[in-house]
């Protein structure tokens, strides 16, 4: 039986025994948990036959891939998951420790259908979860997660014969091979890898000097205090911190991993800290001369560069902007065959004939280091300085509980939209539309423009802006943006500002 958290004290005989889960950890597509806070060692246990009885549910071959990141307590989640799933009666592939796009690419090296990977990602210290997916390179959904939860927290779990257990070692090192490939930098590139003492840790360092980088190391020890800083390369902490890296090295940039490998941030030559879109810009503008007439997904709080760009549009470009999240993302790029995604946060997702369309920071890496390669005779810094200019601000987070932010929100998409109807401006531009594919993106009649969301992954709502005039526009646009979600009383402080 399933217990709500409020049920189940921790330091008792109960905590010991039945599953506490608090419903908030069933996410949009995948699921999180403060451990043992929110969730027990018997909750992951359900969520583990849960998980399995929704594979029989669903007719999917009883195998699965499961892997944990480099948390102190990630081994003890991923063996009571894998309990679970056994009960189920599914056949569990355990491949050790691993990045998420390494168990994402062992559905492929082990021919599985199912993988659950075991990680909090780029949340600190303290949470725990897990990435899943039955149809890869695609992980869960709301329509998935929400059956999930429903079968756990009324314990429909069913217990089946046939469950079993296998370590498969070598995926790590076919996981690199597969990354590699036959590819050699043929100009010299000297990268500062930075970590953040996370699990990519044990995967960078040795993917760059396989590929001829020459590696400035940068928080490359494992170690899951984080002693540093939060491994997430979306943070401005991190992105300084590498920043710094590359003035005192002069490297030709730096290349930073979140938590679980999935996501990549980038800093160039002059220690500038290029956001994720306007990286993905960079990309896109290269792939488009090799893949010319190629479909791009950016979520909405990625630069209207995709659109707007005068040299994507050169090569018939198509911008799709969708939802945002790993999973949302995923979706879309396979739902109509785009050649890539790109996501503000860090997260790519490269197609085939690039890659095989999931999120890995280790891919995004290979693919700039190939960038770098095929334009000898620029820097990165010389590819930012020849995007369009434009002013944005970082991903900014204020707080909302998980039990109130979606109410927030719509609250908030509410009186964003009575400012369109009403004429009324925003940073002192005319508002030309408020697109609600996913909270609000407030669009201008410049271009410029600005977004409330809410998170799927934290208590938060997120804000993001842009404007292609000015830093004192971009100001302006927060401004009012801000002035809208004060008007909601439980939204507390951003957890970054610019």
């Given at each position: 039986?399933?217990?709500?958290?409020?049920?189940?004290a921790?330091?008792?005989?109960?905590?010991?025994?039945?599953?506490?889960?608090?419903?908030?950890g069933?996410?949009?597509?995948?699921?999180?948990?403060?451990?043992?806070?929110?969730?027990?060692?018997?909750?992951i246990?359900?969520?583990?036959?849960?998980?399995?009885t929704?594979m029989?549910?669903?007719?999917?071959?009883?195998v699965?891939?499961?892997?944990?990141?480099?948390?102190?307590y990630?081994?003890?989640?991923?063996?009571?998951?894998?309990?679970?799933?056994?009960?189920a009666?599914?056949?569990v592939?355990d491949?050790?420790?691993?990045?998420?796009?390494?168990?994402?690419?062992s559905?492929?090296?082990?021919?599985?259908?199912?993988?659950?990977?075991?990680?909090?990602?780029?949340?600190?210290?303290?949470?725990?979860?897990?990435?899943?997916?039955?149809d890869?390179p695609?992980?869960?959904?709301?329509?998935?997660?929400?059956?999930?939860?429903?079968?756990?927290?009324?314990?429909?779990?069913v217990?089946?014969?046939?469950?079993?257990?296998?370590?498969?070692?070598?995926?790590r090192e076919?996981?690199?091979?597969?990354?590699?490939?036959d590819?050699?930098?043929?100009?010299?590139?000297?990268?500062?890898?930075?970590?953040?003492?996370?699990?990519?840790?044990?995967?960078?360092?040795?993917?760059?000097?396989?590929?001829?980088?020459?590696?400035?190391?940068?928080?490359?020890?494992?170690?899951?205090?984080?002693p540093?800083?939060?491994?997430?390369p979306?943070?401005?902490?991190?992105?300084?911190?590498?920043?710094?890296?590359?003035?005192?090295?002069?490297?030709?940039?730096?290349?930073?991993?979140?938590?679980?490998?999935?996501?990549?941030?980038?800093?160039?030559?002059?220690?500038e800290?290029?956001?994720a879109?306007?990286?993905?810009?960079?990309?896109?503008?290269?792939?488009a001369?090799?893949?010319?007439?190629?479909?791009?997904v950016?979520?909405?709080?990625?630069?209207?560069?995709?659109?707007?760009?005068?040299?994507?549009?050169?090569y018939?470009?198509k911008?799709?902007y969708?939802?945002?999240?790993?999973?949302?993302?995923?979706?879309?790029?396979?739902e109509?065959?785009?050649?890539a995604?790109?996501?503000?946060?860090?997260h790519y997702?490269?197609?085939?004939?690039?890659?095989?369309?999931?999120?890995?920071?280790?891919?995004?890496?290979?693919?700039?280091?190939?960038?770098?390669?095929?334009?000898?005779?620029?820097s990165?810094s010389?590819?930012?300085?020849?995007?369009?200019?434009?002013?944005?601000?970082?991903?900014?987070?204020?707080?909302?509980?998980?039990?109130?932010?979606?109410?927030?929100?719509?609250?908030?998409?509410?009186?964003?939209?009575?400012?369109?109807k009403?004429?009324?401006?925003?940073?002192?531009?005319?508002?030309?539309?408020?697109?609600?594919?996913n909270?609000?993106?407030?669009?201008?009649?410049?271009?410029?423009?600005?977004?409330?969301?809410?998170?799927?992954?934290?208590?938060?709502?997120?804000?993001?802006?842009?404007?292609?005039?000015?830093?004192?526009?971009l100001?302006?646009?927060?401004?009012?943006v801000?002035?809208?979600?004060?008007?909601?009383?439980n939204?507390?402080?951003?957890?970054?500002?610019?």
């Amino acid at each position: 039986m399933t217990k709500p958290a409020s049920d189940v004290a921790q330091n008792t005989w109960d905590f010991l025994k039945y599953p506490m889960i608090t419903p908030t950890g069933f996410r949009e597509y995948d699921a999180r948990w403060k451990y043992p806070d929110e969730i027990n060692l018997p909750g992951i246990t359900a969520l583990g036959l849960g998980l399995g009885t929704q594979m029989h549910k669903r007719g999917i071959d009883p195998v699965i891939a499961v892997g944990n990141d480099y948390r102190d307590y990630s081994l003890a989640i991923k063996n009571a998951l894998v309990v679970g799933l056994m009960q189920a009666g599914i056949q569990v592939k355990d491949i050790g420790p691993a990045l998420s796009p390494m168990a994402y690419f062992s559905q492929f090296h082990l021919d599985v259908p199912a993988v659950a990977m075991v990680t909090a990602s780029h949340n600190p210290n303290g949470w725990t979860g897990v990435k899943m997916g039955f149809d890869r390179p695609l992980t869960h959904g709301p329509d998935e997660m929400s059956e999930l939860r429903d079968i756990v927290l009324s314990g429909e779990g069913v217990a089946r014969s046939g469950g079993g257990y296998e370590f498969v070692d070598g995926v790590r090192e076919a996981y690199l091979d597969d990354l590699a490939g036959d590819f050699k930098m043929t100009r010299k590139l000297k990268v500062v890898c930075a970590t953040g003492n996370g699990t990519a840790a044990a995967f960078a360092p040795a993917l760059f000097e396989r590929l001829g980088v020459e590696v400035v190391p940068s928080h490359i020890e494992l170690d899951y205090t984080f002693p540093n800083y939060n491994p997430n390369p979306e943070a401005m902490e991190m992105l300084h911190d590498m920043a710094n890296s590359v003035k005192a090295s002069g490297a030709d940039l730096a290349l930073g991993f979140d938590g679980d490998g999935d996501r990549c941030g980038v800093v160039d030559d002059e220690g500038e800290e290029i956001f994720a879109d306007k990286v993905g810009v960079i990309m896109a503008r290269d792939l488009a001369k090799l893949h010319p007439g190629a479909t791009f997904v950016a979520d909405v709080k990625s630069t209207g560069l995709f659109a707007s760009d005068p040299e994507l549009q050169k090569y018939g470009v198509k911008a799709d902007y969708w939802k945002t999240g790993h999973s949302h993302m995923k979706r879309r790029v396979k739902e109509i065959g785009a050649l890539a995604g790109f996501e503000k946060s860090g997260h790519y997702f490269l197609a085939e004939p690039i890659g095989r369309g999931y999120d890995c920071g280790m891919r995004v890496a290979v693919e700039i280091c190939k960038l770098m390669d095929r334009n000898p005779d620029m820097s990165m810094s010389d590819l930012r300085k020849a995007l369009p200019k434009t002013f944005s601000t970082p991903t900014m987070s204020p707080y909302c509980a998980d039990t109130e932010k979606y109410d927030t929100l719509a609250k908030i998409v509410q009186k964003l939209a009575a400012k369109a109807k009403a004429g009324e401006q925003l940073g002192g531009q005319a508002i030309k539309e408020v697109v609600t594919v996913n909270g609000a993106r407030v669009i201008l009649d410049n271009g410029a423009w600005g977004l409330v969301r809410a998170s799927s992954n934290t208590p938060n709502l997120v804000v993001v802006c842009e404007s292609p005039e000015s830093e004192d526009e971009l100001r302006a646009i927060f401004s009012d943006v801000d002035a809208v979600i004060r008007t909601e009383p439980n939204v507390g402080d951003y957890d970054q500002t610019f």
